[in-house]
């Protein structure tokens, strides 16, 4: 079968890809294939409004996202109410947006529970055997394996049903007022409705292992200690994102490798929402001839990424695991619009210095004093 592009795999990159493409040319002929059952998995992707481009197109506009004025931190002596409008997009909005799109196009196909095998600049060849040509193919399978070079923020995530309403008007995007030990931990929260929160669970540890059993546990503890009582456990969701402090995006190239494999995500955040957001707009305008503006956006990323590998040495390397939550309140102490960029990777030179230029947060060298000290990256 002869296509205009192919996406291999329906997730967030993939998705968003998708929308944005069919939504600029409404005739093109477009597969977007995916293993599992159903497109976009289970997740709960979180932004800043502000990640999206500026022009990237009225399909944005038509997605159902969750919003909120801003967000709240929470440190052991210091809290923070941020004015950051932010949003969620959850995998079911997504895979109803991808549903009516597809519908909604005769010349686009998606193509669900069969996995891509082989891919190659023109094209790929499917698990039972067939294969969709185009000139245009996009990797967008994710990453496999783990960091090499890096710790990892792994966490896990309880969405729930309560008796009461929450209290919540903003997400909590770090509680790190709970028990540390030998990793950064911190909670999570995000109020979908009144009754309804996703309480996350997150660590940023050397080690990738989780002990879901003890996350649950400790959702359930913190739940009752904010004073809400579940009703009901909807759903989980779990997550491993590397925090690399080596090893840069690769250059683009035919076939186009997007998200995590290639290197489109923000590394101290472990976030790849804004860049899938960049990207797909960037390809919706440039379908034809990608490759010249992808190169120019991956040469800005690139600076900001190793921004990113630094601030994850400096936290993983040089401050000890109890005391790694030092440099994150001290980067929620900044200005709005630093934070904001550096989220989404967009920090300026100026920004960059506010970053790293001054008093080093207490804590700084306790790794090394510890002996828990790395020296490589970037
Ligand atoms: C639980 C969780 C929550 C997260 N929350 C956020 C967040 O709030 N904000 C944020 O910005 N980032 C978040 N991230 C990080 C990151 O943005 C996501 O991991 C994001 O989904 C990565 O996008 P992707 O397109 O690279 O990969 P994925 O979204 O994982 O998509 C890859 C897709 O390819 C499919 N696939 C794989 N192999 C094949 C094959 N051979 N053939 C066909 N299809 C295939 C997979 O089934 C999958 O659907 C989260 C990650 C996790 C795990």
Known sequence: MQYDVVIAGAGLHGGLIALALLDAEPTLRLALVERADRPAGNHTWCFHRADAPPDIGAWFARLPLIGWPGYRVAFPGFGRTLDLPYCCLTSEALAAALKDAFAAHATARLITGCAVTTLDAD????????????????????????????????????????????????????????????????????????????????????????????????????????????????????????????????????????????????????YSAPSALRLAALLARHRRDPLPALRTEWRRHRRRFRLGLVLNWLAFCCFRPDLMWQPFARFYHLPLPVIARFCSLQSTALDVARLLVGRPPRGFGSAWRAGQHTSEVG
């Open 123 to 270: 094209g790929v060849t499917l698990a039972d055997g067939s294969q969709l040509r185009a000139p245009l193919v996009i990797d967008a399978r994710a990453m496999a394996g783990r960091a090499e070079g890096g710790g990892y923020q792994k966490f896990l995530g309880l969405e729930v049903e309560l008796d009461a309403d929450s209290g919540l008007d903003r997400p909590v995007l770090m509680d790190a007022c709970v028990a540390q030990g030998q990793q950064f931990r911190f909670m999570y929260v995000l109020p979908l409705a009144p009754r309804r929160l996703l309480i996350e669970d997150t660590a940023f540890a050397r080690t990738p292992e989780l002990d879901p059993a003890q996350r649950r546990a400790a959702i359930h503890a913190y739940a009752a200690a904010s004073g809400w009582r579940i009703s009901a456990v909807l759903r989980e969701e779990s997550g491993l994102l590397p925090m690399p402090w080596r090893g840069m995006p690769p250059a683009p190239r035919m076939p186009l490798t997007v998200g995590y494999a290639g290197g489109w995500f923000h590394p101290a955040t472990g």
